[in-house]
């Protein structure tokens, strides 16, 4: 029998992630193992995302409209005064909907509105996530009725990848070191690298500094890509920081472990 396997995954559904080496691509005394390593890297957001609207009420669907019209013009002029630009302004949500009287019971009663509301809402996109708390606090005071915000997001990527797959690489090499020494055998060869998917997650543990230090964090500070860009709170909105964002590269390595 050319090899036995050896399988380590370091999750339930990697077995079915992809087929399993051949016999013939073992040579004889070869054993295979499998590792499926995850590797993180953290880096500062560089995109914030805030919702702002305006609700009205009036007795008229047209008077509903106008007055959110007018609230919404107050709205737009704020965020355009915060410096964002017309293209990072998006609407959401238009609607207008009836308010109908209420029977002694509490039940609406379908046959009478009363009123109408009118609502409006847009989506704000900030590229210097610094702004971000300037930007909701110039929404709060245009008036709006509703705002919520920010969401944080890494779309430069790039720096970000290249740390998290440098540390899976690094985890499946020590894996496959420590099985081959616990079976009393050494690494022989690489026989496949498969990259198996990429993910990013909002780590709120990040968002606390001091300096130039971290001050708390789960991830070794060598996975870090620019650790303090934009964690300061700025702006009318007091406490608001954008955290960090940890990206995750999971890998599937196949070695060929061979007697010592």
């Known amino acids: 029998m050319r090899g036995a396997v050896i399988a380590f995954a370091a999750a339930l559904f990697a077995a079915v992630l992809a087929p399993s080496v051949s016999a013939q691509e073992l040579a004889q005394n070869e054993t295979l193992l499998e590792v499926v390593s995850i590797g993180e890297s953290s880096a500062a957001p560089d995109r914030a995302v805030i919702t702002g609207g305006v609700t009205t009420t009036a007795t008229t669907p047209r008077e509903a409209v106008a007055a959110n019209g007018v609230a919404m013009q107050s709205l737009i002029a704020a965020l355009r005064r915060s410096g964002v630009a017309e293209r990072d302004i998006q609407s959401s949500r238009v609607g207008l909907t009836p308010t109908y009287a209420r029977l002694p019971n509490g039940i609406a009663d379908q046959a009478r509105i009363v009123s109408h509301q009118a609502s409006n809402q847009v989506l704000v996109t900030i590229h210097e996530v610094e702004r971000a708390g300037g930007v909701l606090g110039a929404v709060f005071d245009s008036g709006a009725t509703n705002a919520s915000g920010p969401g944080f997001s890494l ?106």
Do not use: H
């Open 155 to 260: 779309v430069n990527n790039a720096a970000a990848l290249s740390a998290a797959r440098t540390d899976a690489i690094a985890r499946a090499r020590a894996d496959a070191e420590t099985y081959a020494a616990g079976f009393g055998l050494r690494v022989g060869r690489i026989i496949r690298i498969s990259e198996r998917g990429q993910s990013a997650r909002y780590q709120q543990n990040y968002a606390r500094y001091s300096g130039d230090n971290i001050v708390s964090s789960r991830i070794p500070a060598a996975s870090l890509v620019s650790p303090v860009a934009t964690a300061t709170a700025t702006s009318s909105i007091p406490g608001m920081f954008g955290g960090m964002i940890v990206q995750s590269v999971t890998l599937w390595v196949d070695f060929a472990l061979v007697p010592r």
